[in-house]
């Protein structure tokens, strides 16, 4: 493949600019889609132009540039132009290459836009081309995300002489595919994602290369599911076991985490390793069908481990499993950096005194040897980072593996950040949780507010107060942590008030989370960092300052924290702001409690790239699809990696090889998903 640097214009500097964007040859420069196009086909008169808009004009010189210096540094270019309906000054700054471009009498093509100058409209440092000479006026003209010292006219330029020096590109797609699906095939897709020539052609090119793009993605994805189930490990055979923990359990459980621990047991019995992910809001029992999952595996002879962000909810899990495994022989360890006699503690984890082990990230730590693992659980996966969690399942010999969250993700995003699992979803909460009450209120409401919160705090209950910010900043009028605190310790003198934030340490944040689950803290101001924490079943009220800075995702996790024992929850937002798309996601917590209800709303009004960090999955950006918008194009991309992978698609060997082949660069061996 030819080098980016043999383009006209393209020296070391800007090769070194397109570098970064990881465009190193002349083939990497046409997979740059534009963001957008800007239609310039039509051509307004200078009387009907509106001030404001940007307009094209095809008009005559009147009178040539004029120079004139207003102050040092600004220099202003001035022409009169006219047409049939009026004239108007053409106004450009700085620009000294315009001397002697125009002639009197001359007939030009200008873009730009029309403002007013007193009452006089004036057209601002338009771009201009002369009649039969234009590449950026009278047609649709291709808008480029920018970096360094690139200009859309640069770039549009450089991807003219790309499409010309590379001609005709051979099709990688089937045909069978291509007319099948109604997808435009290489060429007239390359030209028209670039300058079409009209809109309707470019809708067509696009979908082309996002269906490409998410094609290759799933192939890619189910080639590294297909490639899991090459992997071999001894199956549980003793799974009736399950019965017994399920029947020794002081609840009964939902219908939904029945289905889950049934999927769980169907996936241990084959000789494949299990690779599940455990979707479910807050609350809604995950925990007890992971230690389900456990007994079953301890049962068949092998250690289970769970690994948790944080120390507070790891000590958690481990009186959790006590409770739950109180009345069988197993021996349950705790694993963190403040474990005691943890020499003595590591010695029985690797002769296999311990068949349960809870912990941080000190579980996957190089000094740990398990006995004989065979099932992690990873919990609030999206806490670690890819590595880590590939590193505690290098811990066992192809453990059978469970990753839990309580963020649920909307399906058309699952199939992309999780495209290599099996998905279980606990879609029911256990009976006698009550749904907390939202609210969403401005300050007319504080004082109501605030002595709403002391009556509760009064009865005996806890509350939160959360914040945007920690410390006051001076450019930003928003609640902070510190100053919430002082204030309310001033409202409540005889209430005991604690603060957390992320720039505490961890075992300061564990000290204060451990102070409020004992009940020596009535109240804590927090930031988001309780978002993913402790089960304090005896805080019932939620006051989240400047709501309108949160996602939707996160609101409903934070409320996720309050109602967590038997008597009534509230969560009330303070939300300053009347922007309607704002208003639309208060009215959506406040009317929903469906995480996977919430999530899609949160999906439709920020998009794929803030809802959740993708990166952190491991998997490469997006250049073309969208994957909320393009969710029917997902959903067919779905559809035809399932039948080119289960041979339902009549393709010749050649043609698949191909396919795999662009679907192995789609994800490159250095990422490891989840």
């Not at 401005?442 to 939160?464: C, I, P, S, T």
């Not at 208060?586 to 209800?597: A, I, P």
Request: contains cysteine.
């Amino acid at each position: 493949m030819e080098s980016i640097k043999t383009l006209h214009g393209v020296g070391p500097e800007r090769a070194k600019v397109f570098e970064k964007k990881g465009i190193k040859t002349v083939n990497d420069l046409l997979y740059y889609f534009p963001r957008t196009h800007e239609d310039r086909t039509h051509f307004t008169d200078i009387k009907e132009s509106v001030v404001g808009e940007f307009v094209c004009f095809s008009v005559t010189v009147y009178s040539p540039i004029r120079e004139s210096r207003i102050r040092k540094n600004l220099t202003l270019y001035q022409m009169t132009v006219f047409d049939e309906s009026g004239s108007m000054n053409v106004v450009w700054y700085n620009n000294r290459f315009l001397k002697g471009a125009f002639l009197t009498g001359e007939n030009v093509l200008l873009f730009g836009k029309v403002t007013l100058s007193g009452s006089k409209k004036v057209l601002q440092n338009p771009i201009y081309e002369k009649p039969k000479k234009q590449h950026f006026i009278g047609r649709i003209v291709p808008i480029y995300p920018l970096s360094g010292n690139l200009s859309q006219k640069i770039i549009a330029t450089l991807m003219e002489e790309a499409l010309e020096k590379v001609g005709t590109i051979s099709e990688y797609m089937p045909k069978t595919i291509l007319q099948k699906y109604g997808i435009a095939d290489i060429n007239f897709a390359m030209k028209n994602i670039h300058f079409p020539s009209k809109i309707e052609d470019y809708n067509f090119a696009r979908k082309r290369f996002v269906f490409e793009e998410l094609l290759f993605l799933r192939l890619a994805l189910l080639s590294r599911r297909e490639s899991n189930t090459k992997k071999e490990r001894m199956p549980f055979e003793n799974i009736d076991c399950v019965k017994s923990f399920i029947d020794s359990l002081p609840f009964s459980l939902t219908n939904a985490q029945k289905r889950v621990v049934d999927e769980i047991m169907e996936d241990v019995k084959k000789r494949v390793p299990m690779n599940r992910l455990i979707e479910g809001d807050v609350g809604s029992g995950k925990t007890v069908v992971a230690a389900a999952a456990m007994y079953v595996a301890v049962k068949n002879g092998y250690q289970s481990v769970i690994m948790a962000p944080t120390e507070i909810l790891a000590n958690q899990h481990f009186e959790t499993f006590n409770k739950l495994f109180e009345n069988t022989d197993l021996k349950i360890a705790l694993l963190t950096k403040s474990t005691k006699n943890k020499q003595k503690v590591l010695e029985q984890i690797k002769n296999g005194e311990y068949q349960i082990i809870v912990g941080t990230n000190a579980v996957i730590q190089d000094k740990v040897l398990y006995n004989n693992l065979g099932l992690t659980i990873t919990d609030e996966q999206h806490r670690f980072g890819v590595s880590q969690r590939a590193k505690l399942n290098e811990k066992g010999d192809n453990p059978n593996t469970i990753i839990m969250t309580a963020t649920p993700i909307p399906r058309t995003l699952s199939l992309i950040l999780y495209g290599d699992l099996d998905i279980s979803i606990i879609d029911e909460l256990p009976p006698g949780r009550k749904p907390a009450q939202t609210f969403a209120v401005d300050e007319k409401m504080r004082k109501r507010v605030y002595a709403f919160l002391e009556k509760n705090v009064k009865a005996g209950m806890q509350g939160y107060v959360v914040c945007p910010l920690i410390e006051e900043s001076e450019t930003e009028d928003l609640a902070n942590a510190e100053s919430v605190c002082k204030t309310l310790k001033n409202l409540f003198p005889n209430f005991n008030i604690g603060l957390i934030h992320g720039k505490m340490k961890a075992d300061e944040k564990d000290t204060v989370m451990q102070e409020f689950l004992d009940k020596n803290i009535d109240i804590l101001v927090s930031t988001t960092v309780i978002e993913v924490g402790v089960n304090v079943p005896n805080s019932n009220i939620m006051i989240i300052e400047n709501a309108e800075r949160f996602g939707l995702a996160t609101l409903h996790q934070l409320r996720g924290r309050v109602g967590r024992g038997c008597e009534q929850s509230y969560c009330i937002m303070f939300c300053n702001s009347d922007n309607e798309i704002t208003k639309k996601r208060m009215e959506t917590l406040c009317k929903s409690n469906d995480g996977f209800y919430i999530s899609e709303e949160d999906l439709k009004l920020r998009g794929p790239g803030d809802f959740f960090g993708t990166r952190q999955h491991g998997l490469p950006e997006m250049k073309i699809a969208n994957l909320f918008s393009d969710r029917d194009i997902l959903a067919l991309a779905d559809k035809v990696a399932e039948d080119i992978a289960t041979k339902k698609e009549n393709l010749t060997l050649e043609e698949e090889k191909i396919l795999f082949g662009y679907a192995e660069k789609a994800i490159p061996d250095s990422i490891i998903l989840n």
